[in-house]
């Protein structure tokens, strides 16, 4: 994936910002990823014995916002 530099990445409510810098460049792919694989498990989340997928989904969103973070550093 390339980004040009002060790309800003949007999916739902999670947004990044690519300032130019490779490493960042690798944490935004791994946020693109974590987003979609959170996208796949909610949607197999049905009204009862699903709580191992919301469980995975909370741990998910969490790593989503430490990266974002490191991103914006």
């Given at each position: ?39 796949v ?33």
């Amino acid at each position: 994936m390339f980004l040009q530099k002060n790309y800003f990445l949007t999916h739902g409510r999670h947004y990044v910002t690519y300032n130019g810098n490779e490493s960042n460049l690798n944490t935004v792919d791994k946020i693109i990823v974590l987003v979609e694989e959170i996208a796949v498990l909610k949607s197999r989340y049905t009204d009862h014995d699903t709580g191992h997928l919301r469980t995975a989904v909370s741990v998910l969103e969490k790593r989503v916002v430490e990266l974002r973070d490191r991103v914006h550093d």
